[in-house]
């Protein structure tokens, strides 16, 4: 069964960084991309970014350009996520998730494994 | 960005009722590139539908999408008593949005 299994809670102060890891099992990592996204307390989804885990392709939202980097790890099955000048909206929990297309070589796309979730607090 | 209107907030019904959920877009969505998902309490989504009205693997018959252009409707046949949760409709036709979500609670 395809999983995503990612890193525990976090709690970072104001201007801070966080890096947050997603460990995918049982399918070709390479076949399929990850994208992160994130839900603040209470609210709806928000999607963060992507990378292409075959070519490290990555793309940001607007939201966190400049803030935020995905990297992958093929000896692993790991995605990674740094967010830096963390800011307390920023606080939310941040999910990967594993693109629906096989093989897609787009941002675009539905989700169709998620991780558990990762909250991230950002408070002084 | 295409904006997504789901409607209504909340939706209150009984088990073995019919839920049909709205989602609006502010400019016309490609049927491919539209998705459902289901979110329980501290739990993450659940892909439901995709090309807005195919159904996910493992998901069961009695949830059904469908639409095109601008509106777009999830249709729960028969609610069961996990089925109560918070639907959020998603296009990627245009950048990549969610809607705001509608709560199915129970009566």
């Known amino acids: 069964q395809v999983q995503l299994v990612q890193s525990a809670a976090e709690v970072k102060k104001p201007g801070a960084s966080v890096r947050i890891s997603c460990k995918t099992s049982d399918y070709t990592f390479t076949s399929y991309g990850i994208s992160w996204l994130r839900q603040a307390p209470g609210q709806g989804l928000e999607w963060v970014g992507w990378?292409?885990?075959?070519?490290?392709?990555?793309k940001y939202s607007e939201n966190v350009q400049g803030r935020v980097t995905m990297t992958s790890d093929t000896s692993t099955s790991t995605v990674y996520m740094e967010v830096r000048s963390l800011r307390p909206d920023d606080t939310a929990v941040y999910y990967c998730?594993?693109?629906?297309?096989?093989?897609?070589?787009?941002?675009?796309?539905?989700?169709?494994?998620w991780g558990q979730g990762t909250l991230v607090t950002v408070s002084s | 960005d295409i904006v997504l209107t789901q409607s209504p907030g909340t939706l209150s019904l009984s088990p073995g009722e019919r839920a049909t959920l709205s989602c609006r877009a502010s400019?016309?969505?490609?049927?491919?590139?539209v998705a459902w998902y289901k979110q329980t309490p501290g739990q993450a989504p659940t892909l439901l539908i995709y090309g807005a009205s195919f159904r996910a693997t493992g998901i069961p018959g009695r949830f059904s999408g469908s639409g095109s252009g601008t509106d777009f409707t999830l249709t729960i046949s028969r609610l069961e008593p996990e089925d109560f949760a918070v639907y959020y409709c998603q296009q990627f036709g245009d950048s990549l949005t969610f809607g705001g979500g509608t709560k199915v609670e129970i009566k």
């Open positions: 990378i292409a885990t075959y070519n490290y392709k990555t």
């Open positions: 998730a594993r693109h629906h297309t096989y093989r897609g070589s787009s941002w675009l796309d539905s989700f169709d494994f």
């Open positions: 400019q016309s969505v490609d049927n491919r590139y």
